[in-house]
């Protein structure tokens, strides 16, 4: 019996072993195809001579932008409350820490899309200039859509994660990271457990946390109210 179990053990310290080299193959795999499309589609030299560009665009923005969002920031701060843009008085400080540091991604994003046109009209190369197009655009709707989350970790955890998904989307690369994640994984009682798996659980407990903390803000904020009110008076007296 001893030596059935010892058998056993080291069968199954085998097929350990096995399952840990067909990971490391697996993942070696695809990092060769993500090195492939790197080499092939992205490195090359009609992209490389974009990027100081799309630097440089980005540095007039911010430049050119710092005082505009330092005189937005004063003027909110100044509207007077019984303005007829109330809705600022009562979000001075949501639109001066959300809406007002988005000034100068959107002015980026409108000089690369002037940059873009010309490049059309010239024949000159400009994928790499399309691609930071997108990332903006989609950067702002992303942070435009977090902003409304009242919680800022929260906000900036859901605006960071969105980004990612999307700037993989744009880039082509979110199919192949996915496999990536989904490749490295164990097996636990007969069920296969990714690093895949374990990021969609870690994001699904988390919305489910925010979900039922933002249902037990509004429910005792609702309880706080109603205790709040007077009892009603009765509205006739007995004679």
């Not at 007829?84 to 991604?105: A, C, E, N």
């Not at 706080?224 to 006739?236: K, L, Q």
């Amino acid at each position: 019996m001893i030596s059935s179990l010892a058998k056993r053990g080291r069968q199954r310290a085998g097929e350990a072993r096995i399952d840990a080299v067909s990971i490391w193959q697996e993942v070696l795999a695809h990092f060769e195809q993500f090195e492939k499309h790197l080499l092939d589609e992205i490195f090359v030299f009609a992209n490389l001579i974009q990027i100081p560009a799309v630097i440089l665009t980005g540095g007039v923005a911010w430049l050119v932008c710092r005082p505009i969002r330092h005189w937005v920031t004063g003027w909110v701060e100044r509207v007077p409350e019984h303005h007829h843009l109330d809705w600022i008085v009562y979000h001075r400080s949501w639109v001066t820490d959300r809406l007002t540091p988005l000034i100068t991604p959107a002015a980026w994003a409108v000089g690369l899309w002037i940059a873009v046109a010309v490049a059309e009209r010239a024949g000159w190369p400009h994928a790499v200039t399309q691609t930071a197009v997108s990332l903006l655009l989609a950067w702002l709707v992303i942070r435009l859509a977090a902003a409304l989350v009242p919680y800022a970790a929260l906000a900036r955890l859901i605006a960071v994660l969105a980004w990612l998904v999307a700037a993989l989307s744009i880039v082509h690369l979110l199919g192949p990271t996915l496999d990536l994640l989904d490749s490295v994984a164990i097996v636990v009682g007969g069920l296969r457990v990714s690093i895949l798996t374990v990021v969609k659980g870690v994001l699904s407990l988390a919305m489910l946390l925010w979900a039922a903390t933002v249902a037990s803000n509004l429910f005792e904020r609702r309880i706080t109210r109603v205790s709040e009110i007077p009892p009603a008076r009765g509205c006739c007296s007995a004679s």
